[in-house]
């Protein structure tokens, strides 16, 4: 049985003053140990407060991106060890966002990837596909593409360790949510595509659905045999949506 996940990607959103108040609903709401695994991730410039809130909660800290370098002359980098020092469990990594808009390629994600991981970071790699792949049948192999390319660089042991996300660009802010099926056929091929390399490594990795997920159509995404939990985006900025999420989850 793999435990459900969510994590709320707070993207560039809220003040200090909101984000606090945000945690501090969030806490008192989720209690000490909740039903499935609960991450937020809110702007590396909140990370610090935002960590002395979640001391000791059911909630764990992740950040959106991390650099792939150590340390040195990487001008508005953060590195692994800086979010391991700040308190962070979980990073995201190759979300559509950096990759159309920052020109992150899988190259980089795979470095990225790599470099969580030596400092102890759980990654959580993004994947999905256009509209017009989508469109043009380009789905799967653009799919295959980014996981084959972190099997390659860090191995089945280490994807299977992180926690994927399935998000299709065309769902992303878009209140166009894929349908249960939508979203379930592509978790289905995601496992598939691991399993032929190490089908007990496929069968415990967590693969979670992001895309418009939202308070009312959360239950009916995880209810899918291969949805393990949602990476949910524009509804993690309200706390009793998301933590109707988190409880549709459990
Ligand atoms: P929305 O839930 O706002 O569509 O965002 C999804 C997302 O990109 C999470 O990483």
């Known amino acids: 049985m793999r435990r459900k996940f969510v994590a709320g990607n707070w993207k560039m959103n809220g ?19 909740p039903a499935a695994d609960v991450v937020i991730c809110p702007p590396f410039i909140h990370l610090h407060s935002v960590a002395g809130l979640v001391k000791d909660s059911g909630i764990s800290l992740g950040a959106q991106n991390l650099s792939d370098q150590e340390a040195g002359a990487y001008t508005g980098e953060v590195s692994g060890a800086m979010l391991k020092d700040v308190g962070c469990e979980y990073v995201i990594i190759g979300h559509s966002e950096r990759r159309s808009l920052y020109g992150e390629d899988d190259a980089l994600v795979c470095k990225k990837f790599l470099h969580a991981r030596v400092h102890g970071l759980t990654p959580i790699l ?77 069968a415990k990795v967590r693969i979670l659905y992001g895309g418009s997920a939202n308070a009312d159509n959360a239950a009916t995404l995880f209810a899918q045999p291969d949805i393990d939990g949602g990476l949910i985006g524009g509804a993690a900025l309200k706390a009793e949506d998301f933590v109707t999420i988190c409880e549709a989850a459990a």
């Open 126 to 202: 993004c994947v999905g596909e256009s509209l017009e792949e989508r469109e043009s049948g380009a789905m799967e192999a653009v799919i295959a593409s980014q996981i084959d390319a972190v099997l390659a660089a860090a191995g089945v042991e280490a994807l299977c360790d992180s926690v994927i996300a399935y998000e299709p660009v065309w769902a992303i802010g878009t209140g166009m949510t894929a349908t249960p099926e939508q979203a379930q056929e592509v978790h289905a091929f995601i496992r598939s595509r691991i399993a032929a390399v190490d089908a007990a490594a496929a």
């Open 15 to 33: 003040s200090l003053e909101s984000a606090n108040a945000l945690v501090k609903a969030l806490v008192a709401s989720v209690g000490s140990s």
